[in-house]
């Protein structure tokens, strides 16, 4: 089983700043099944990046995604205040059919 | 526009059962995988299934298979997950989310979610 380790948990930016966003996985992932969602309090997910770097229609392109070997990452350019919100990654293992998450991280306003 | 609405969550207690259902409208739901999802209090995000389009694929997550039965009827847009042998940990709120599965697999819309109470 493939386990994605999402880090920092938290982390604490102004407007404005950059946020780097990891996400390892425990062994190799295809980048067509990697995905990234946004999850602000009491409302569902909603996916933002497809196919590790693929940005949804609609969404800014201060969002992107990036790859590299087990290592996939989340870079929103210049935080604004709607991005403050819960990030989650997850893949599919086509090998053992199943979709996990990373346990999210937090991007909070300092 | 694309949209899923889940109903059926409640209280129930340890030991018993519920059925969730998700409909679904805006799109041609037999095309589409669909799965289920769920989140504790607090917690993070658990894939519990999918099914496709036909259901003639269906997989589970190691924690519910055996205990979870999910299901579809294309001619009503409906999709059900059929809960048995609660346990406290299965609290969460439990979403519905449409499954492409050609390019990727994600899940690219999402219900608002049902809450589930387990709790004597």
């Known amino acids: 089983e493939i386990v994605l380790t999402q880090s920092p948990g938290t982390l604490s930016l102004s407007p404005g700043e950059r946020a780097t966003l990891s996400c390892r996985a425990s062994?190799?992932?295809?980048?067509?099944?990697l995905a990234w969602y946004q999850q602000k309090p009491g409302q569902a997910p909603r996916l933002i990046i497809y196919?590790?770097?693929s940005r949804v229609p609609g969404i800014p392109d201060r969002f992107s995604g990036s790859e590299s070997g087990t290592d996939f990452t989340l870079t929103i350019s210049r935080l604004e205040p709607e991005d403050f919100a819960v990030y989650y990654c997850?893949?599919?293992?086509?090998?053992?059919?199943?979709?996990?998450f990373g346990g999210g991280t937090k991007v909070e306003i300092k | 526009q694309e949209q899923l609405v889940e109903s059926g969550g409640g209280l129930v207690k340890p030991g018993g059962s519920l059925r969730v259902s998700c409909a679904a409208s805006?799109?041609?739901?037999?095309?589409?995988?669909m799965s289920w999802v769920r989140q504790a209090p607090g917690k993070g995000l658990e894939w519990l299934s999918y099914?496709?389009?036909?259901?003639?694929?269906?997989y589970y997550a190691d924690s519910v298979r055996g205990r979870f039965t999910i299901s579809r009827d294309n001619a009503r847009n409906s999709l059900f997950l059929q809960m048995t042998r609660l346990r406290a940990e299965d609290t969460a709120v439990y979403y519905c989310?449409?499954?492409?599965?050609?390019?990727?697999?994600?899940?690219?819309?999402w219900g608002q979610g049902t809450l589930v109470t387990v709790s004597s």
């Open positions: 196919g590790a770097s």
């Open positions: 989310a449409r499954t492409p599965v050609l390019l990727t697999v994600s899940l690219d819309h």
């Open positions: 099914i496709s389009g036909d259901a003639t694929t269906i």
């Open positions: 997850q893949q599919y293992d086509s090998s053992h059919p199943a979709l996990t």
């Open positions: 062994q190799s992932v295809s980048s067509s099944y």
């Open positions: 805006g799109f041609s739901f037999s095309d589409y995988y």
